[in-house]
């Protein structure tokens, strides 16, 4: 769990391009021309089918989250990292100055002028609840707009009206949705997310014991009467700073584990309220992190992927930091595919299938281990630069002759531990 603030799909229109200058794709080839794998994981780890629990009724009559007040004690969570080899390669020189494409902005003659319409709707959320990290996250879908922070007892979200901002129901505690087991008392670390392709709700925590990700799926498009469905699929270790995303197939996860983990969740038999069954893979660990995950794409926008497309994973690997040597001018993006088959899950695979050169970067910030660098204004305790991963989410969009990934990751662009947001 790491200091952060997500925000969701907030543009109803237009789309932003951003390049990574100097970037060129390696995709290995097979003798058929189709890119072959340098780098399969496995074989599949597969679970049980996990049956639901089942909530009916209105959210509305739900007990509410009292309100945080002055004074009240503050619960910290312990920031979770697994000891690994410190790094083989010789970090960037403190000297190795401006990241290459911060000085190419830089010496752009005349600065670029952005004109942005102001939002169409501005109102007052969940705030602090005596929880460090509070972890706002939320989503937006037809009717609704879903938020959910930590809080000293698991997430609490709050669903409010789209067109005006008013509050439709809660707040409410996640786990007061849960029937039976370990989510009946939620930890929190929530994630939000609307399904555009079913107009579906989820929602998601893990719990305080058990190591479960606590999956709540809205029976229909009315996340206030429509009823839900909970799922509670457990993890070989604790599944830290589990993140999701939607796709046709399935609903992906990454999660911070002994090794960097990744999930497929059963969509289809989740969405009809059936036993899901679930399946895992690993990806190889990077050398000089203590906090290892891969972030999975998540579907933006009216258009699928083309049929049978498997979810894309990936992470930026900085070579100085994680190898390979011989790189001094270059750094690298990794694409992972996960392609799930739930008929016959021995099929299923999680393939390294791509390699991208990118220009240069830093990835460390006060080390690589310290999760406090970044000073704030006011002071206090310096936040967590989190140097470690492709920042959730990382989006996914096919415009009909060309598909899109579109994501970022922080670096140090001055080698004087100042934060720079990368973007690809």
């Known amino acids: 769990m790491r200091n952060e603030i997500r925000i969701r799909r907030v543009l109803s229109t237009g789309l932003l391009f951003v390049a990574l200058l100097g ?9 058929t021309g189709r890119p072959a794998a340098p780098q399969q994981n496995g074989p599949v780890q597969v679970f049980d089918p996990v049956t639901p629990g089942v909530f ?31 790094p083989e390669y010789a970090p960037e020189p403190r000297g190795f100055g401006i990241d290459p494409l911060l000085a190419r902005e830089l010496r752009v ?15 007052e959320a969940q705030g602090y609840a005596s929880l460090n990290p509070p972890d706002p996250v939320g989503d937006v879908g037809r009717n609704f707009y879903i938020q ?28 007061s949705l849960a029937s039976s087991g370990s989510c009946l008392s939620g930890y929190g670390d929530p994630i939000v997310l609307y399904d555009q392709l079913a107009d579906r709700w989820f929602l998601s925590e893990f719990s305080s014991s058990g190591n479960a990700m606590c999956v709540y799926i809205s029976q229909t498009s009315d996340p206030i009467l429509g009823g839900w469905y909970s799922y509670a699929f ?10 999701y995303a939607v796709w046709p197939d399935a609903y992906y996860i990454s999660t911070n584990e002994s090794s960097p983990a990744v999930y497929a969740l059963d969509r289809e038999q989740m969405l009809q309220g059936g036993a899901a069954s679930y399946q895992r893979f690993t990806a190889t660990d990077l050398v000089g992190f203590g906090f290892q995950a891969l972030t999975p794409s998540d579907l933006d926008g009216g258009d699928p992927p083309p049929s049978g497309a498997p ?5 930026h690997r900085d070579t100085e930091a994680h190898g390979p ?16 088959d739930w008929a016959t899950p021995g099929n299923s695979t999680f393939t390294q299938v791509a390699t991208i050169s990118v220009s240069e970067f830093d990835s460390e910030l006060c080390g690589f281990f310290a999760f406090s660098c970044f000073p704030q204004p006011g002071g206090g305790a310096p936040l967590d630069p989190l140097r470690e991963v492709i920042m959730w989410r990382l989006a996914y969009r096919n415009f009909g002759d060309h598909e899109v990934l579109l994501g970022n990751f922080v670096t140090d662009v001055t080698s004087t531990d100042v934060g720079g947001i990368r973007w690809f």
């Open 234 to 243: 457990t993890a070989p270790s604790f599944p830290d700073y589990p993140k």
């Open 56 to 86: 009916h009724g209105d959210l509305r009559s739900l007990p509410r989250t009292p309100a945080w007040t002055p004074g009240q004690g503050v619960k910290e969570i312990p920031r979770r990292h697994v000891v690994r080899p410190a």
């Open 23 to 31: 970037g060129t794709v390696s995709l290995p080839t097979s003798a």
């Open 148 to 175: 959910m922070i930590n809080n000293s007892s698991g997430a609490s979200f709050v669903i409010y009206d789209k067109a005006d901002g008013s509050v439709e129901a809660g707040p409410t505690q996640l786990d």
């Open 325 to 340: 040597a011989g790189l001094p001018t270059a750094d690298q993006l990794e694409v992972w595919e996960f392609d799930v």
């Open 311 to 315: 979810n894309y994973f990936m992470r």
């Open 109 to 123: 003659a005349a600065p670029v002028s952005w004109v942005l319409n102001p939002p169409s709707l501005n109102f």
